[in-house]
């Protein structure tokens, strides 16, 4: 854990700030990359990124303001509603905002929407393997306690670790198996790229394998007031909202696929 990397006078690197923007670099360059192989301009997605970044941020952190308003934000400066270096973005929100603006700005440059959506999605992977690390040294989003040997121990002062307490509790890095299993995730959605076979593919099977990723790692999460467990029919907010997206994703996949064949079938 470490959310500042180095301090300069009055001036700090934030560790968190550090990651989501290089998440966001190194998303960009995936999706240039599929612009080549989908027939269209690499520079596009640099042309389209101060859009996505202003409205994944916006997003991200107008739903953890409305989420965690009573908890974090009551009765504090309103000048911490825009202090998103130190972490409080939640990726369901960044991904409506980003999408909104990606659509706003695609439409009015009259591209291919569907086809730049799947430039686009592998990206999104890949970048957030870098955010979920930032997570990981900002100390948030955190696990439940776990006796397993790869459990990981935050420092003195963190939630798991009260300043009471004489030792620290190991917790699920539950920061880490989302990190992984976005980075596994990246890579097959980029041989899915290759290989699609119509427009709006690859970028509805990333949001039904997103949903999937993200609903296994809400099991493991501690700190939420809710305790997955769906068995019983509790389920964390990412895990409602990873359930709305699935559906989504396949509503998106069985529109597209029957656009696809009447397609084929007009020509024939």
Request: hydrophobic share 45%; proline share 5%.
């Amino acid at each position: 854990m470490k959310p500042i990397l180095f301090q300069m006078g009055s001036y700090s690197l934030h560790t968190f700030g550090l990651m989501v923007g290089l998440g966001f670099l190194l998303g960009l360059w995936a999706a240039s990359r599929n612009a080549l192989r989908a027939g269209l301009d690499p520079q596009l997605t640099y042309d389209l990124s101060p859009w996505l970044i202003l409205g994944g941020l916006v997003g991200a952190r107008a739903l953890y303001v409305f989420s965690y308003w009573d908890r974090d934000f009551a009765g504090q400066p309103w000048t911490d509603i825009f202090a998103i270096w130190q972490g409080g973005l939640v990726f369901y929100g960044g991904l409506i905002g980003g999408t909104a603006a990606g659509v706003f700005r695609v439409t009015q440059l009259r591209l291919p929407l569907w086809r730049v959506a799947d430039v686009l999605a592998p990206g999104v992977a890949l970048g957030h393997v870098f955010g979920r690390l930032g997570c990981l040294l900002n100390g948030c989003c955190h696990g439940r306690p776990t006796l397993l040997p790869w459990g990981i121990t935050y420092p003195h002062g963190h939630v798991t670790f009260p300043t009471t307490a004489a030792s620290a509790i190991a917790v699920h890095p539950t920061p880490i198996y989302e990190s992984l299993l976005n980075l596994a995730f990246f890579a097959l959605l980029m041989v899915i790229h290759r290989r699609r076979r119509f427009d709006g593919q690859v970028f509805g099977i990333y949001l039904i394998g997103y949903a999937l990723i993200r609903s296994f790692c809400e099991l493991f999460r501690g700190d939420y007031s809710v305790v997955s467990d769906p068995l019983h029919g509790t389920l964390t907010p990412g895990q409602w909202t990873s359930l709305l997206t699935g559906v989504l994703g396949i509503a998106l996949l069985v529109w597209r696929k029957s656009v696809s064949d009447g397609r084929v079938t007009s020509n024939t």
